[in-house]
């Protein structure tokens, strides 16, 4: 008897290469102005390096990226938006130590002494597991959960019901449903961008939207504040427990 | 059964009779009633007028009743037998509405009948504010009613069953003073007044208060009402919204216009009742603000309470001890309200303290606390003495400024100190250490972080792929399998293409009789005992099969059976493969005619 070749697994493995092809990094082309621009740096060219970040940046975002982005802006004592790109970079690449002590000494140039809301152990552990697992890992990591499961579900229907066969979908479909959750929960995480820093000066934040509303705190520029709500062109914002209230839009830049 | 219609005849006679001898007989009355003689100015007074003997009177005439308002009219009339007389009253029922408090007179009502003069009593009605009728579970106190009640108290009285026609709905915004210190609590409360079932209720501007510091209450899951007569009508009286404010500037400052929009219940008899949307707006409320005096300039305004505390009366040198400074509002912003500081000395130094505030919102004012936690290191060991804390605040009521002091304390202080105090906090001129300067620029491989595999269509595709592979799983289980499949037809084809996928895969003689026997027993359900060459005649001639086709069918049956016993015989050759290969085709073309015959 002449064997067949089944068509689904074919289909499966075809899936896979394709989709593992098409989703890998494919070297892009900034590799090079970056190292340019890294040299200027080097040199103590600020402005020239900075200008070749700035134009890497309008294609693509990398840590590094805005981590050198930072510095030229520090060495420049543009000090609110060397925060602003230390802080891009260190939602890329949380717990690095180099952003993190940049973030430390840039913080030391402005005047307000607001401390930040400190993470609980549970964000804490979260955000470890953010920085060892990117999210395309974890988009890699579903898909092929998915293509077992469709697997396991083929072999059930193909050859009947048999006790591993049984444990394999039951089992997979749970890992698949867990994996498919985090992956919610890091995609609306990677949306929601609730992070800003004042960029203007002597910003007022008022107990209600508008220009009417009684002003609250005066707050400067380089102060990193959470966005809770919008209103229109108002954002209410907190930076601590202590202060938070409503400001216009254009008073901040969103990390 | 005509004796039955004769008895029931007779029995009808004998009342008709019955009711005109006691009409005939009846005397005429007219009297008048009260179902109290003291009410507030928010009760309703009902006054009935009966008529005795009278066939159909018209309504009395209360012209002269100037201290009352009517504001409903009903009229009834019932028959009453005593003694086996019967009596036939009207009653005229009016629900009276007190115009002012004091001592009310209701004239005698005066009616004319048959060139007769008939004139009841006069009453006095004692008239107080609010209202004196028995709050029997609050009648006059009602939640907000919505389409869905089915409270038929609500409805009690009649002039409540008919609703008014037109809409009836107003706001208004109260103020609890129209002039105010900077600072001073003022209560703003929005009134809704209807004569109208109302569904629901949404503030539609925005409820900011410039030149007011604003604590609005938080608006409760249902709201109580309250009956109020307003010029001779009844409104049912709803607080929608309240808030405390604290004005923030002086002069003259406005509450703006705050609008409103509402659902009202149209046609709350009807089955399907019919729902309305009307817009309503507060009216603009200006308060006169003046500033504080000279002396309390900057002072927080109400009525406070203020006390320190340490945690501990004994501490380590090396622990840090916590005070806990609280300032109770009786009245007042706690949400302005600066604390007031110890300061750092060469015994203890003091830390930025940990600040909570709660509002309370009571029924008709806002209170809260103020609680700081300060924590304090020493740096000396002893008993260490903690200065009285003052508290200043300006009491608008007595228009005195009240000075709160807390007790003064001591602490004692033991052990060794450890090591030094760390400064937490550093003069800016210090932030900077010489020589302290960012980590140097990252070098190596870049990529575009924020290109995300869940973002590329091909991700999408090859899930939606899955998802629909998933799908067609499903339906061939639950689908395909559980009906289709199950369905004559496709079983009959499937019997069939089973039968012509065998036949096609023999390989000799042998292998045909078998196939065609499951076949038969499958198709004409017969037994395998019961297949022989009349048995397959009889069946297809009474389909109406060709007979060359039952000849061929039968010959090649036989030979297959033939072979079987005789291996030798056939199959063997290139001669005998080919015959082999078109006497298969010839038999699926007769067995496909076949199958479409037999049923």
Redesign the interface.
């Known amino acids: 008897m002449r064997k067949r070749l089944p068509l689904l697994p074919v289909l499966l493995v075809f899936f896979i290469t394709v989709t593992v092809s098409s989703i890998q990094l494919s070297p892009d082309s900034f590799q090079e102005p970056f190292n340019q621009a890294n040299q200027l740096y080097e040199e103590g060219k600020y402005s020239e390096a900075l200008s070749i970040y700035l134009d890497i940046e309008k294609k693509g975002a990398h840590w590094k990226l805005f981590y050198n982005i930072g510095n030229c802006y520090y060495k420049l004592n543009n000090f609110v938006r060397a925060k602003i790109y230390y802080l891009r970079a260190e939602r890329l690449k949380p717990f690095e130590p180099s952003i993190q002590k940049n973030i430390e000494i840039v913080n030391k140039r402005f005047n307000d002494k607001i401390p930040g809301e400190k993470l609980d152990f549970l964000s804490r552990v979260a955000l470890r597991i953010e920085s060892f697992i990117s999210l395309n890992i974890v988009s890699a990591v579903f898909l092929v959960s998915v293509i077992i499961l469709n697997v396991f579900i083929f072999v059930l229907l193909k050859r009947g019901k048999s006790r591993f066969i049984l444990y394999g979908v039951s089992f997979s479909l749970v890992i698949t449903l867990l994996i498919f959750g985090y992956h919610m929960y890091r995609t609306g995480k990677q949306n929601l961008r609730n992070t800003a820093v004042i960029v203007k000066e002597d910003t007022n934040l008022r107990s209600g939207p508008g220009e009417n509303n009684t002003i609250l705190f005066k707050v400067n520029p380089g102060l990193k504040v959470k966005i809770i709500d919008q209103s229109r062109n108002w954002l209410q914002v907190s930076a601590s427990s202590q202060v938070a209230g409503w400001m216009e839009q254009d008073s901040l830049e969103r990390i | 059964m005509m004796r039955m219609n004769r008895i029931f005849v007779l029995i009808s006679f004998l009342f008709l009779l019955m009711v005109f001898v006691g009409f005939a007989d009846e005397k005429v009355e007219f009297k008048a009633s009260i179902n109290a003689d003291k009410i507030g100015i928010d009760d309703v007074l009902i006054y009935t007028l009966t008529f005795k003997g009278v066939e159909n009177p018209s309504e009395p005439s209360l012209s002269d009743l100037e201290e009352f308002k009517v504001v409903q009219t009903s009229r009834s009339t019932e028959f009453r037998f005593v003694n086996g007389v019967s009596s036939h009253y009207t009653n005229f029922v009016y629900y009276l509405m007190p115009l002012k408090t004091g001592t009310l007179t209701i004239p005698p009502a005066i009616y004319k009948y048959k060139g007769e003069h008939y004139e009841t009593e006069p009453f006095k009605v004692e008239v107080v504010k609010g209202s004196v009728a028995p709050r029997r579970a609050q009648p006059h106190r009602r939640r907000f009613p919505s389409i869905f009640d089915d409270d038929d108290d609500f409805f009690r009285s009649p002039f409540r069953r008919t609703q008014p026609r037109e809409i009836d709905v107003k706001l208004k915004a109260e103020v609890s003073k129209r002039k105010a210190l900077k600072g001073e609590p003022i209560t703003y409360r929005i009134l809704l007044f209807t004569r109208n079932r109302i569904q629901s209720v949404n503030m539609v501007s ?1 409820q ?7 604590e609005w209450f938080p608006i409760s899951r249902s709201i109580d009402g309250e009956d109020r007569n307003v010029d001779g009508k009844i409104y049912q009286v709803f607080e929608i919204r309240k808030a405390v404010l604290f004005p ?1 500037q002086t002069g003259s400052v406005t509450i703006p216009s705050l609008k409103f929009e509402m659902t009202l219940v149209v046609d709350a008899f009807s089955l399907f009742s019919d729902a309305r949307r009307i817009v309503r707006a507060t009216p603009e409320i200006t308060i006169a603000v003046s500033d504080l005096p000279q002396e309390a300039l900057g002072l927080p305004v109400g009525d406070f309470t203020f006390s320190v505390k340490a945690d501990k009366k004994e501490v380590d040198i090396n622990d840090i001890l916590t005070l806990r400074l609280n300032i109770r509002a009786r009245k007042g912003n706690i949400k302005t309200l600066e604390i007031p500081e110890f300061v750092t000395t060469d015994y203890y130094k003091i830390y930025p303290p940990k ?1 909570s505030r709660d509002t309370n919102f009571n029924q008709n004012s806002l209170s809260g606390v103020v609680k700081a936690e300060i924590p304090v290191s020493f740096k000396k060991v002893g008993l260490i003495s903690f200065p009285a804390l003052e508290f200043k605040y300006f009491n608008p009521d007595a228009s005195i400024i009240v000075t709160l002091k807390s007790s003064p304390f001591s602490i004692h202080v033991k052990g060794v100190k450890e090591k030094q105090e760390t400064a937490l ?1 550093i003069p800016q001129t210090e ?2 250490k010489k020589g ?19 973002q ?1 269509s ?2 999408k595709i ?2 939606v ?2 998802f629909l ?2 799908l067609l ?1 499903l339906l ?2 639950f689908v395909f399998d559980r009906f289709i499949t199950q369905s004559t037809l496709l079983k009959k084809k499937k019997r069939l293409n089973n039968t012509l996928n065998r036949l096609k895969k023999v390989r000799e003689y042998s292998e045909i009789s078998p196939i065609l026997e499951e076949y038969l027993k499958e198709k004409a359900g017969l037994g395998l005992s019961e297949i022989n060459n009349h048995s397959i005649e009889e069946l297809f001639s009474k389909y109406r099969v060709n007979d060359s086709d039952i000849k061929i069918f039968i010959k090649l049956k036989s030979e297959s059976e033939l072979s079987r016993f005789s291996p030798q015989k056939a199959g063997s050759g290139k001669g005998e493969g080919k015959k082999l290969r078109n006497d298969l085709k010839q038999l699926i073309e007769i067995l496909k005619r076949i199958d479409s015959r037999v049923k």
């Open positions: 925005n900011s208060f410039p030149g007011f510091w604003q923030t600040i906090t932030i900077i302290e300067d960012i980590d140097f620029i990252k070098k190596g491989n870049i990529y575009d972080q924020e290109q995300y595999y869940y590329t091909t991700f090859v899930l792929v899955f592979l998933n799983f061939k289980v």
